[in-house]
Every structure is written in C-alpha cells, then in structure tokens.
C-alpha cells in the first residue's frame, strides 16, 4: 500500500473508491484525498501509473491495516492498444524503439488474444517497480543500464476485443494478481507482427470494487464540504468481504479486545482467518480459528489484528 502518511487531522476510517484521471501519481492522489477529507492518515490500494486512470482505492485510518490482509481479487481493465510503434516503456511516456508493420484486422487480433487467455509467462517492463538485484527496476532503465526482467507466471481470465479503430485496439481484460497491461500489449504487437504499446489504460475493477462506485476528486470535495462524506465512504472491512465474519457476545468482546485467545462456536466455519463484529455488529477486529474441521462447533480464535476508532 502507498502510504500518505500520519499527521494530525479527523479520525476517519473506511476505503473512498477514486476514479483517478490521467496525469497524476497515486501518490498524488492520496495527498489531495488527505487534503480535502482532512482525514489523519491514508494509503492507496495498489498503483496506477501517472498514465493510467480508473479505480484507486483509498484507505483512510484504521483501513489502512487492512490491506495486507487482503485475498488478491480479479482487476478489470480497458486497454486502448495502439499498433504501428513500441515504446521502451510499452506506454505512450516512453521512446520508440521499434516501429512500422502492417496494421492487423479485427479478426488477426481476436484469433491472437486466445494466445493471451489463462496462466501464461509474461515478462514485466523494464520501467517497473519490481526489484532487480535490490534495485527498483525503473531506476536502472532510467539510467540506461542494461537488463533482462525475469518472466513471471500471471492469470488473464478473460480478454476480447470490443472495437477497432485504424492502429487502435479497445480491449477488455479481467486478470489475476501481477499482470501487467503494458507488456501485454508489447507482446500482443510482437505476436502479430506489428509493434504496439499501451496507449491509455483504464482500471475498471480492483479489491472486489467496480468503476460505477468510483467519484473523482472534485466529486469528493464537493460531497465533503456538504457534508456527505459517508455516503461514498465504504466500511473498513469492504475490501475482506472473502473472509467469513463472526458476531461476538459483550463477555467473549472484551476477552478478545484485551487480547486473550477464546473459544467459539463457529459450525460451519473453517479453520483460518475471520472478521471480528463487536456487539453492535461492526468490523472490530481479525482473528484466526484453529482447530477441529467443518462439522466441529467449537473452535479456538486468536486475534491477530484489533482496529482501534479512536
């Protein structure tokens, strides 16, 4: 998670799902969340490149904490693929390293993408955050240094063309952790033929949030100074909807609260991870069930994490 830090402000926790435009960092955008919310602390839920656009999720307080303990969801994205140049970058940032070839049909760019769909290799842009020999690896490529990226395993679950506009490819794609949309579209251009980069990007869906949820800053800022915050500001625990919750009774709280281990009757749960409701049903806590199998009540929980609205 990019971190925007702690400083003295409102205690506010909870995700805002941001539709971040074009030409900011994430980093940026996390800066004038705080600004505008005036919340004490904040970080952003994975990345956009300054280029990019779409869903960035923010966290605000306490929410912060949940992200590392978050099961890695599905991302949607729209990619426009532009043909006829390569950039070192695979984005529009960058330089032409390679160029020309024939435009290819609707019809060549379909049949390629079926090369694309499920677990394939994919090696990452060398203007990536990914470490290479302890070394972030844009810092090297900016440098003019010389290097291979290792390939890495990712998932694309789906993918499909939607229009084709001259060198222009709309393409849709919905992936797994660590897939990058810049080397897939490098690697579809090399596929074909033709050299390719990724024009723009738009992140549709990302921690099991959808576009549709997104507000824009100015939205944002509009909504607080109305005093309507709360309507766009998603509960802490939004983003852990995949791990089963438990509601706890006032005696069995307060052991949990002061750290103690106690016993359950969870049936039907599985042993692992839970979300913790206090008495009033709110997000509280995570802790970790230990012990007997599906058909067993009684299960033993240790809290991992307690979330603190101070």
């Known amino acids: 998670m990019g971190r925007g830090g702690k400083s003295r402000g409102k205690s506010i926790h909870g995700w805002l799902a ?12 996390v800066e004038r969340v705080r600004h505008i919310t005036r919340a004490a602390k904040a970080g952003h839920g994975g990345t956009l490149d300054p280029f990019s656009e779409g869903l960035l ?23 426009w693929v532009r043909f006829g140049a390569e950039t070192d970058t695979c984005d529009p940032t960058g330089s032409v390293v390679r160029e020309g070839g024939e435009i290819p ?23 990536s955050a990914i470490h290479v020999d302890g070394e972030r690896a844009y810092e090297r490529a900016r440098r003019g240094e010389v290097f291979e990226m290792e390939p890495r395993k990712i998932v694309i679950h789906d993918i499909g063309l939607e229009s084709l506009e001259g060198p222009v490819a709309h393409i849709l794609v919905r992936s797994g ?58 509960p802490m625990d939004r983003v852990l909807d995949d791990i089963p ?17 106690v016993w359950l009757d969870a049936e039907g749960f599985a042993s692992g991870a839970v979300r913790l409701l206090d008495p009033d049903g709110r997000f509280a806590a995570l802790g970790d069930l230990e012990g007997g199998g599906t058909d067993s009540p009684r299960r033993l929980c240790k809290l991992k994490r307690l979330f603190h609205f101070a």
């Open 105 to 127: 049909g609707a019809a060549a760019i379909t049949e390629a993408l079926e090369r694309f769909r499920g677990e394939i290799d994919q090696v990452p842009p060398i203007y």
């Open 57 to 79: 999720p923010v966290a605000l307080g306490e929410a912060t904490k949940t992200l590392v303990h978050v099961l890695e969801g599905d991302k949607g994205y729209r990619c």
């Open 245 to 261: 919750a438990l509601r706890l009774r006032v005696d069995v709280w307060h052991k949990v609260k002061n750290g103690q281990a």
């Open 177 to 234: 952790k660590g897939a990058y949309m810049r080397a897939l579209a490098r690697d579809l251009g090399r596929y074909l033929g033709c050299p390719a980069h990724l024009e723009r990007l738009l992140r549709t869906r990302t921690l099991g949030f959808s576009l549709e949820e997104g507000v824009t800053l100015d939205q944002l800022d509009g909504m607080v100074r109305d005093d309507r915050l709360q309507e766009v500001l998603f």
């Open 18 to 29: 941001i539709h971040k435009s074009r030409g900011m960092t994430s980093s940026q955008v």
